[in-house]
């Protein structure tokens, strides 16, 4: 049951695109993907090629018609995750997701009550950024009082990098010794990623040779391999926090 969390501090950073991207990459590599979209704005399939008006199930329907785009099977989990059950159901770990199929979550930057509960059960948490001084200001938030180069459930990916930008060169390299392995993809800002959404295509029919696929399969490499792994789930800082204390006291 890999679930895989997508949720950045700071919206408007290209997490939707990253975690379609991903959903799209594992489902070529032979995964079963599910691509839950757990935000208000419905905008994930946006990136599947989809209109904006096509309506995707709830994550607990029980449907026979799949929206599957790419293999990839879209759901959307607006309803279902801020439902009182679904909650309750995750604080005491009977957990809807089965089997071997692939879970990607794109959680809402606002929504972080939602992306904690998640990322204890998860596999991997993908926190995209961009390199803009509003997306570094929010470093602070992913893991409070954890050096976010110690997170080992943990992947950084920069999204939107433009290398033409004195800003954007100088962010990254900070990210780059902040982050350390943990900064795992570069995406390039590729005006072709608009375009793809604007003509209702995904990006690799649009634009194969586009520059923000490069850095994309990077990120799908280095996830598959971690989903072959089975690591842990993500561990929480309260958790260790805590734990930090009770052996303090002993």
Not at 3 to 13: E, M, T, W, Y
Not at 222 to 248: D, F, H, I, M, N
Request: overall charge negative; hydrophobic content about 45%; some cysteine.
């Amino acid at each position: 049951m890999p679930l895989i969390v997508c949720h950045s501090p700071k919206g408007g950073v290209g997490t939707s695109f990253v975690a379609a991207g991903l959903a799209q990459g594992l489902s070529l590599l032979g995964r079963d993907v599910v691509a839950l979209d757990m935000t208000a704005q419905d905008g994930l399939k946006l990136y599947f090629g989809l209109a904006p008006d096509q309506r995707l199930p709830d994550f607990d329907d029980d449907v026979i018609d799949q929206v599957t785009v790419g293999g990839v099977v879209l759901r959307s989990g607006w309803r279902s995750a801020h439902s009182v059950d679904f909650a309750q159901d995750l604080r005491t770990g009977d957990l809807p997701f089965d089997g071997e199929t692939v879970y990607i979550a794109d959680v809402a930057s606002t929504d972080v009550a939602l992306a904690q509960i998640l990322r204890r059960y998860a596999l991997l948490h993908i926190c995209t950024l961009s390199p803009t001084a509003m997306a570094l200001a929010q470093l602070p938030r992913i893991s409070p009082g954890r050096p976010l180069d110690a997170l080992t459930g943990t992947m950084f990916v920069l999204n939107q990098l433009d290398e033409t930008r004195r800003f954007a060169r100088h962010a990254t390299l900070f990210l780059r010794e902040l982050l350390g392995e943990n900064l795992v993809a570069q995406i390039h800002r590729d005006e072709a990623v608009n375009e793809a959404v604007g003509m209702q295509q995904t990006l690799s029919r649009y634009a194969p040779a586009s520059a923000a696929l490069i850095g994309m399969q990077a990120l799908v490499t280095l996830v598959e391999a971690r989903c072959k792994a089975g690591v842990a789930p993500v561990e929480q800082p309260e958790a260790t926090a805590a734990r930090a204390g009770k052996s303090a006291a002993a």
